[in-house]
């Protein structure tokens, strides 16, 4: 469907958009799409049923009904409803470029990293079909080689994981010497940024090709990386709008990214706030998909670091430790930073580099952006892992957002 299909659809389905859009919608009254308002999470959080179209009603509790969860990153939790047949769609295009750019088809061996409150059982692994899943609740040192062992013995030909837990692996294979499992080719990381080195180091760890894909559970895959390294929007999944002080735009300035999924009748999402920041790209790509690329700015909204009075993006920490990784012999593995107050921040650290040379290496190197005169409280660790609740390790977190 297209985008005024989707809004059209909505609000005669379903009570929640009905009565967003009832000023604007209402039998009679000529619309744009620009006159839609966004919709944020927490209003479809609130509206619970009344978001769900009253044509699948009575289908609930039958099997063809899917629930998924959303991560609860941004501090709630939603339930999100769709069809087998909407996700098949919904996953069709990243089918077709994943086979396209990386030889990975739907019979390819998976190993992949859950949730724990996706655990259907008590082991802590499961198998599905042609799948090997783990769960994040054994993701701790002492049951690395567990993992690395099952991996091996399983032969995946790829991996689906976020970053943090990719590299957990990866440094656990280099630092204790173990063999390449040869089997794997391809490995797509999702749900959370990362640096173009962590990428580096994953790829030649695994010695395999790695790609991003960005997306969230309530409408799938919003863009795919070719390559070349370009996020391309999936069209054919969504419609992304960048809307900047309510106006959309075009190109090239950056914005809040609104998407619209074309495959859920379930449960739609029209002009729906990801929280994320980005915009998109006027130059083209190599690469033979034409659809548009997407940059993105910061990983959501509240990464943003608020510094005399004034908001910057939490991207200048990535700029410190790149500085950092040029200037010292050694490694930053992975790192976490949380604002605690307008200049006082705590730093977590997995490194093999010393303590003392790693912070002063880091303060000099914030002095001389716009941190200058902030107070930095350290703490290492062998490996930071990823948040049980939401299965994620968000690099840059704001305390003091309200």
């Known amino acids: 469907m297209e985008k005024e299909e989707i809004a059209t659809y909505a609000y005669e389905n379903t009570e929640f958009y009905k009565e967003k859009w009832k000023d604007i919608m209402e039998e009679g009254n000529e619309w744009t799409w620009d006159e839609l308002p966004i919709v944020s999470k927490k209003e479809l959080v609130h509206a619970g049923i009344q978001a769900v179209s009253a044509e699948y009603y009575a289908k609930f509790g039958r099997d063809d009904i899917i629930t998924d969860y ?30 396209k750019f990386y030889g990975i088809d739907s019979t390819a061996r998976l190993c992949y990293f859950y949730t724990f409150r996706d655990c259907k059982g008590d082991e802590p692994y499961e198998y599905f079909k042609n799948s090997l899943g783990f769960s994040k609740g054994i993701l701790e040192p002492e049951n690395l ?26 440094r656990y294979m280099l630092e204790e010497g173990l063999e390449t499992i040869t089997s794997v080719q391809y490995i797509e990381l999702s749900g959370e940024m990362f640096t173009k080195e962590q990428k580096n180091f ?33 069209d054919q999944n969504v419609h992304v709008d960048i809307i900047n002080q309510g106006m959309i735009k075009e190109d090239s300035d950056y914005g809040n990214i609104i998407v619209t999924g074309k495959n859920n009748k379930v449960m739609p999402f029209v002009k729906y706030n990801t929280g994320d920041i980005g915009k998109i790209c006027k130059e083209g790509c190599k690469c033979s998909y034409k659809g548009k690329v997407l940059e993105l700015f910061a990983a959501r909204q509240n990464d943003l670091v608020k510094i005399n009075d004034e908001w910057v993006s939490a991207d200048i920490f990535k700029r410190i430790f790149q500085a950092m990784e040029w200037s010292l012999d050694g490694r930053i593995y992975q790192y976490r930073v949380e604002q605690k107050e307008e200049k006082v921040f705590a730093v977590y650290l997995a490194t093999n580099m010393e303590k003392e040379v790693v ?5 000099h190197y914030a002095a001389e952006t716009s941190l200058s005169g902030s107070k930095f409280y350290f703490q290492f660790y062998d490996y930071i892992l990823p948040d049980l609740q939401t299965g994620k390790l968000k690099f840059f977190i704001n305390d003091i957002v309200q």
């Open 145 to 170: 080689q567990f993992i690395y062992d099952k991996m091996k013995e399983f032969q995946p030909v790829w991996l689906l994981l976020q970053p943090s837990v990719a590299m957990v692996l990866a």
């Open 202 to 234: 994953i790829s030649v760890a695994f010695n395999a090709v790695v790609a991003s894909q960005y997306g969230c559970n309530e409408v799938g895959t919003i863009a795919y990386q070719c390559p070349h390294g370009k996020l391309h929007i999936m």
């Open 70 to 99: 959303t991560s609860g990153s941004t501090g709630e939790c939603m339930e999100v409803y769709t069809t087998h047949k909407e996700q098949i769609r919904a996953l069709l295009s990243l089918w077709l470029y994943r086979k």
């Open 359 to 363: 912070q002063d290496c880091f303060c």
